[in-house]
């Protein structure tokens, strides 16, 4: 039954309308009522996201960045902080640099932090291709970089694409090397090639994860000879002339380098009304930097917010956050220790604990969006959708909830609370069906210190390709939702 007429003319909604409207979920689509004035709003932050993206493709860069931006904006090394007397005090701000690729940044609020402190927490890593320890080789007078892909890729996505090299080297010397090539309009680029399809038969009937074999993924890096009738591997010895030419480096440097490679292309407004954005690097960039923006906004404001504020980039996520960068390091938990040892109180491990177990956090990483494309493996009720606003997952993992964070009714419902009262629009959202596949985030290391964690973030289409899509809105509204959680969550 539709709405009745009333004797005005008018329509009213029955009670039925008025009861679903009160109960059911009905998620509007964000973009719809926005004032002019806050769709430029959103064009603006994504036009910053954007710069920012290019500027921070792989996980050193995206943190060499941010603690540019943290320093311009006044926070302090805690190193420095430590070496201080006296307790830290409300607005204080505080930064800590983990090896040049995981960081941990904090507003100090006006509740000590044994309190406990709000957090979100991203990765700045992304799928990509690395190369391996003794990479250049020489075949058919082709110069090859034998690589080493990095977390979950669909290896076929990456031929046949403009790719850059990034990345360190260290030399001999223990000088540090920078490496960037194929970012600026005049360098040259990199490309693992592809079989032509006249050739490509017994290619095509195999599996797609079969077509490409990883072993395969060699990248192709000149083919000009040194001018030497008698050396050996001319074309290979050429590439490291012009190497050392440049970067002083030599052929055993590579053993212990970082170098990747990533999508050459930028970052683009995508559809004929640029309400979405084609990147590199949107998982989990795009909640980093939103998380970046929150924080920094708490950080300008003249009051110091309720509890301290934290937010936590990590590295090594599409691996398994393991080792010294990850979030299985000891990096958060330290510096939570950091800033209690700077209270009033003797620190003691006790100290740490108690401040842990009253904490809070968003793990912020981002959520499959529904592609009608592919809807065979979405639930499409518990799916998530563009443009419907900031995605809570309440938990993770594979089959039976197997390997991931499963956040508590009860935090939940906080969560719920906070954003409902900052009207922020949030849809809660699964990875796709049960028996289809699975993943997992970072929410798991950190409840595992006995932080309640939510996994929050957004909707990302393509996701793990050289390129892939989200909404500005979304982002946009991760963004304030980010900030509302820091700011309001007690």
């Known amino acids: 039954m539709g709405y009745t007429d009333d004797e005005a003319g008018g329509k009213t909604a029955t009670a039925g309308q008025m009861l679903a409207e009160k109960l059911c979920v009905n998620k509007k689509n964000c973009w719809d009522g926005v004032s002019s004035e806050d769709v430029e709003k959103i064009r603006c932050f994504a036009a910053d996201y954007t710069a920012f993206l290019d500027r921070g493709k792989t996980e050193r860069e995206f943190t060499a960045a941010a603690v540019e931006v943290l320093t311009e904006a006044g926070f302090r090394d805690i190193e420095e902080v430590l070496s201080e007397s006296g307790p830290l005090v409300p607005g204080t701000k505080v930064y800590q640099n983990n090896r040049g690729k995981s960081l941990v940044f904090a507003v100090i609020g006006r509740q000590s932090p044994e309190e406990g402190v709000n957090i979100v927490g991203a990765h700045v890593d992304s799928p990509r291709i690395d190369l ?44 540090r090397v920078e490496i960037r090539i194929g970012e600026d309009e005049g360098d040259p680029v990199f490309t693992i090639t592809d079989l032509l399809p006249h050739l490509s038969r017994e290619q095509m009937q195999k599996k797609v994860s079969e077509a490409v074999p990883g072993e395969d993924l060699n990248v192709l890096a000149g083919s000009r000879p040194f001018r030497d009738d008698k050396a050996k591997d001319k074309v290979k010895l050429n590439i490291l002339n012009l190497l050392h030419e440049q970067y002083g480096i030599v052929e055993q440097d590579f053993a212990g380098a970082e170098l990747e490679l990533v999508p050459a292309f930028k970052a683009r407004d995508l559809g004929f009304d640029r309400s979405m954005i084609g990147a590199y690097g949107h998982d989990d960039k795009s909640c980093a930097y939103a998380a970046l923006r929150a924080i920094l906004d708490l950080a300008g404001s003249e009051t110091p917010p309720p509890k301290t504020v934290v937010c936590l980039f990590t590295d090594k996520e599409e691996t398994g956050s393991a080792g010294n960068t990850g979030a299985q390091s000891r990096l958060f938990e330290n510096f939570i220790a950091y800033l209690l040892s700077k209270g009033n109180t003797t620190y003691s491990e006790l100290l740490l604990r108690r401040a842990l177990s009253r904490s809070a956090m968003f793990s912020a990483d981002v959520n499959p969006a529904f592609d009608p494309n592919f809807d065979s493996v979405y639930d ?107 700011r309001d969550m007690y």
């Open 380 to 486: 499409r009720k518990t799916a998530s959708y563009f443009g419907k606003g900031i995605v809570l997952s309440k938990y993770t993992g594979s089959g039976g909830k197997v390997g991931g964070s499963d956040a508590n009714a009860e935090f939940c419902g906080k969560v719920q609370a906070v954003l409902n009262r900052n009207k922020i629009q949030w849809q809660y959202g699964d990875l796709g069906k049960v028996d289809k596949g699975g993943g997992g985030t970072i929410a798991k290391y950190v409840a595992n210190l006995g932080v309640e964690v939510l996994d929050c973030g957004i909707p990302v289409l393509s996701m793990h390709s050289p390129f892939e899509v989200i909404s500005k809105i979304d982002l946009y509204t991760t963004y304030r939702g980010y900030a509302a959680f820091l």
């Open 132 to 175: 391996k320890t003794n990479p250049l080789y020489e075949e058919a007078e082709f110069a090859l970089l034998d690589t080493q892909y990095y977390g979950g890729i669909k290896n076929y996505q990456w031929t046949a694409i403009p790719l850059a090299l990034h990345g360190v080297a260290i030399r001999e010397d223990g000088t």
